[in-house]
């Protein structure tokens, strides 16, 4: 069969700029640059050097010349304050996702029927917390909830409690404060996360599910939950990311206090990278960055099997559509 000439011309050409386009594209990348500059020099220059730096026994002043090899990595690896850092991570991790995420299936759920009156007023409360700053959001907390703060005073006042309770300083009293605090704080963007997933399903659905004779927990079982799973793995990745991620919050309501017992990896990373109580009198910015290193690997590796597990319907439609491709 014999290829017409326009196309043999299209062929030809290409992959090939005409004059006209291709000024174009130099002034795409001419208005881009500066964001690519930006990027390189803000994400990923300090990436790479913290690679670097993880290889050197280096205070963070100064230049390198002790290189140490694996040497902060194994310290890391048999430090009991790092390994304590990691499960307060996993704790806080763990609470804020399953409080955070499932409150806000139940407020988004309750705020979508149309039904309810002022539900854009209270979309805008729950989502006020989102917006204010996570730092701010501690000190308040902190002193609402310190041993003379607010709210032992109203508890005492009104004869709920005996004597004030030191929340802050009890470490498992501390750690469930976080969690509580931290997923109210993110309750807001869960909630709108649920509300765009629950908005994109069809309203006939239910509307024939109402003629069915289905009551409001078939619907939600049969109907909702089912057509959310692909917007629930989403929001699953990005709560348990930012949970890993915690640091401004546990920074300010309790510095990783009492002992430890409540300091996170990203807390632990700041402590030795700027802070010199912890190693005799300097930084350790080598050390710091060696465990910055593996946090961005374990974040790596739970993202990459979270993202497996969530889409391993479409991976293996995926994979029986190419065998199918391949026996025709």
Request: proline fraction near 3%.
């Amino acid at each position: 069969m014999r290829v017409p000439a326009e196309i043999q011309q299209q062929v030809k050409h290409k992959g090939r700029l005409s004059p006209r386009n291709r000024k174009k594209a130099i002034w795409a990348y001419v208005f881009l640059m500066p964001q690519i500059i930006v990027f390189f020099v803000l994400s990923v220059y300090p990436i790479v050097m913290s690679y670097v730096y993880s290889f050197y026994d280096w205070s963070g002043i100064g230049p390198l010349n002790r290189f140490i090899g694996l040497s902060n990595y194994t310290q890391l690896l048999s430090s009991d304050r790092f390994w304590q850092a990691f499960i307060n991570s996993i704790y806080y991790v763990a609470g804020t996702t399953v409080i955070g995420v499932g409150l806000a299936l139940i407020l988004a759920i309750i705020l979508n029927d149309s039904r309810l009156k002022g539900k854009t007023f209270y979309r805008a409360v729950y989502f006020l917390p989102v917006v204010t700053t996570t730092a701010v959001i501690g000190i308040v907390m902190n002193n609402i909830f310190g041993l003379n703060g607010l709210f032992n005073d109203i508890m005492t006042s009104i004869g709920l409690m005996d004597r004030p309770v030191s929340w802050l300083t009890d470490g498992m009293l501390a750690m469930i404060l976080l969690i509580v605090i931290g997923s109210w704080k993110g309750l807001g963007i869960n909630m709108v996360y649920w509300l765009a997933g629950l908005q994109s399903i069809p309203n006939d659905l239910y509307e024939s599910a109402q003629l069915d004779g289905a009551g409001f927990w078939k619907t939600l079982i049969h109907i909702t939950l089912p057509l959310l799973k692909p917007m629930l793995s989403v929001i699953l990745l990005l709560s348990i990311v930012g949970g890993i991620n915690a640091f401004d919050l546990v920074k300010t309501l309790t510095n990783g206090g009492p002992y430890y017992q409540t300091e996170t990896l990203d807390l632990f990373i700041y402590n030795y990278a700027f802070s010199s109580e912890f190693s005799g009198g300097q930084t350790r910015m080598g050390y710091a960055s060696a465990a910055g290193v593996l946090l961005g690997l374990f974040t790596f590796v739970i993202s990459v099997l979270f993202s497996l597990g969530a889409f391993a319907k479409e991976i293996r439609q995926f994979r029986s559509n190419r065998k199918k491709a391949r026996l025709k």
